[in-house]
């Protein structure tokens, strides 16, 4: 009988790890459709917006956005923000400030579908991080991650190996490396303090750092024509893009770790590349094509254990 009683107590709890699971894993999906969405508008006001502009506005709707819901709780731990600043600092510099400019002053240049399969290869700098902090990845691992590397540099050279980068695909490549650390930090981040609370920090300290940047582009570059073309892509990068998607990803990431939130960040270039073909008409030949299974192959075989 006491047998009996503890299978039947651990199935409940097994069983609420395969939801919390499946949550997680959702999370992370939520996250990812909403985040190839926004390369496309990215890419679609690239032409009318400047980026440190693009991004200034975005993070200002994004907190104004979760601020009806996180500003209570942000208020009640605002002790726990004072001590743990530093950490916040650096999460915000490289999740908020860096990495999203970087994405915008790549699309000015470079395509949302190569955008977005340079992008996928930020989980393979994630398993870098891992394997620096002492997580063995094996041969098998180490093949798909070669393997996904190798796409990504036929994706950028054009199908060849000439290392003959364009200036958005270096951006990009630098947009990957500040997301990859971002996740890695979140690693990090200070149980008791709240998710919500820690996203409204992170977008308002985001704001201020960007803002004397904001302040030379207004005055070199002058503002832009507010319109259907740039209100709508900038609600939707600060509402769904900021707002919504990386609630999701900082909780997904909580729930599943970063290394398999960034097997569900792989099926990013797929996304991409469809909604920057039913969007924006961009087209993705069969050299994109070959790449996108490289980088998929290879990133499928680098996050199995």
């Not at 700098?125 to 180490?142: D, F, H, K, N």
């Not at 540099?153 to 997301?179: C, E, I, K, Q, R």
């Not at 005055?219 to 073309?229: P, T, W």
Request: aromatic fraction near 10%; proline fraction near 3%.
């Amino acid at each position: 009988m006491d047998r009996v009683r503890t299978v039947s107590q651990a199935q409940p709890a097994t069983a609420g790890k395969k939801g919390a699971a499946g949550l997680g894993v959702l999370l992370a999906l939520l996250a990812t459709v909403v985040w190839s969405g926004s390369f496309v508008a990215t890419r679609g006001m690239a032409d009318s917006v400047p980026p440190v502009q693009a991004v200034f506005w975005r993070w200002i709707i994004a907190t104004l956005a979760v601020a009806p819901f996180a500003a209570r709780q942000a208020w009640q731990q605002r002790a726990l923000i004072r001590k743990h600043s530093g950490f916040i600092a650096l999460a915000t510099l490289f999740g908020v400030a860096l990495y999203n400019t970087l994405v915008h002053q790549a699309g000015l240049t470079t395509s949302a579908s190569n955008m977005g399969m340079i992008m996928a290869a930020s989980p393979v700098i994630m398993a870098l991080y891992g394997r620096l902090g002492g997580e063995r990845l094996g041969a098998r691992r180490t093949f798909g991650l070669l393997l996904a590397a190798f796409g990504v540099l036929l994706l950028v050279g054009d199908g060849s190996l000439g290392f003959d980068f364009g200036a958005g695909d270096l951006w990009m490549f630098a947009a990957a490396l500040s997301f990859a650390t971002y996740s890695a930090l979140l690693k990090r981040k200070p149980a008791e303090l709240g998710g919500l609370a820690f996203l409204l920090t992170t977008f308002v300290l985001g704001a201020l750092m960007l803002a004397p940047a904001y302040a030379v582009s207004l005055s070199v570059q002058g503002g832009f024509e507010i319109g259907a073309g740039t209100v709508g892509p900038l609600l939707y990068v600060g509402v769904f893009s900021s707002a919504v998607a990386f609630f999701a990803w900082n909780k997904a990431v909580s729930i599943i770790g970063a290394a398999r939130a960034g097997i569900v960040y792989y099926l990013q270039p797929v996304c991409v590349a469809v909604l920057g073909f039913l969007l924006i008409g961009e087209q993705t030949g069969p050299a994109q094509l070959l790449c996108m299974a490289l980088i998929l192959g290879g990133v499928g075989l680098g996050a199995r254990r």
